[in-house]
């Protein structure tokens, strides 16, 4: 006699909820921060797997039964979590980095969940000046040296996460010197991220989305290359009047819409003078999981 197996729900069930959350986030009834909170129930994947494993493949009653018990843990998982409150609260750290001499620099600012502004100092001799809170458990880390006359520089935060579900955001405002030519990479996190890099002297700019949304606007003079790579989200990226552009796409699982003159072929849009433009981009997109807005 042939034994019929029956599929396993738990995958349906995992895609739906991250779906509905997904969903939830983009609309803004849920904090960004939940997907790092939600990190800290992965043993339920275990339970899950084993209860699948012991009851859930034997019979329809026993797949409903299964799907019933991991829903109601999830539910009592993220419940738990809406409970958790930071005892300590967000620890906020300014910091200020002199130049020491350097005529250039290289900055790697690596941002958590929260939201990442950044933009041009007014003026003063410091790389970057600024503002970050994290929670208790992590602390900031910054590294810097000269060599050569080239600076340096990468900023993060380190230390254990635990958040439980609520809207408790880690701001970092940040200023970057906006006469230093500086090669950028901004790794955004979890969150909002306002990039507004229009008044910065920028050699190469590289941007990896993590999830949330992104609000780009790039350098409106220079020659420089610029990348970015999609996380999950919406991007929505500014080139400034007087930069010409040639902007290649890798639209992935996005959906992509560039505005304004450009003559197309195939992936790539390029400005009618972009050859002999003084002040020219090289932007190249790696879409991920949302909708790209060049404009």
């Known amino acids: 006699m042939n034994t019929h197996r029956r599929g396993s729900l738990i995958g349906p069930i995992l895609l739906i909820g991250a779906g509905l959350l997904f969903l939830l986030s983009n609309f803004g ?11 800290n129930l992965w043993p339920l994947l275990l339970i899950a797997a084993g209860l699948d494993i012991l009851i859930g493949r034997r019979s329809t009653a026993g797949a409903i039964l299964t799907a019933l018990i991991l829903i109601a843990l999830l539910v009592g998982g993220v419940w738990i979590l809406s409970q958790q409150t930071s005892s300590a609260g967000l620890v906020t750290h300014t910091l200020m980095q002199p130049l020491d001499g350097a005529t250039r620099a290289e900055v790697e600012i690596s941002a ?42 990468t900023l993060r935060g380190e230390g254990n996460v635990r958040l439980g579900v609520s809207n408790q955001i880690e701001p970092w405002d940040l200023r970057l010197n906006r006469d230093l ?6 790794n955004t996190g979890v969150g909002v991220a306002t ?11 590289e941007v990896d989305m993590g999830v949330g949304e992104t609000i780009l606007t790039l350098p409106r003079q220079g020659v420089y290359q610029a990348q970015v790579r999609g996380g999950v989200g919406e991007l929505t990226l500014t080139l400034p009047p007087g930069l010409a552009a ?14 304004g003159d450009y003559t197309r072929q195939g992936d790539v849009w390029t400005s009618p003078d972009y050859a002999t433009a003084a002040n020219r981009v090289e932007l190249k997109i790696n879409a991920g999981v949302g909708s790209i807005l060049v404009r």
């Open 112 to 153: 958590g969940a929260g939201s990442l502004t950044l933009g041009p100092l007014a003026e003063g001799g410091a790389l970057i000046e600024g503002q970050v809170a994290l929670p208790a458990s992590q602390t900031l880390r910054q590294d810097f040296e000269v060599a050569g006359g080239v600076a340096r520089y």
């Open 29 to 39: 009834v849920i904090d960004a921060n939940i997907w790092r909170s939600l990190l």
């Open 181 to 186: 030519p500086i090669a950028l990479e901004v």
């Open 246 to 259: 040639r902007v290649e796409v890798d639209s992935g699982l996005g959906r992509v819409q560039v505005q």
């Open 195 to 205: 990039l507004d890099l229009e008044r910065l002297r920028l050699t190469a700019l």
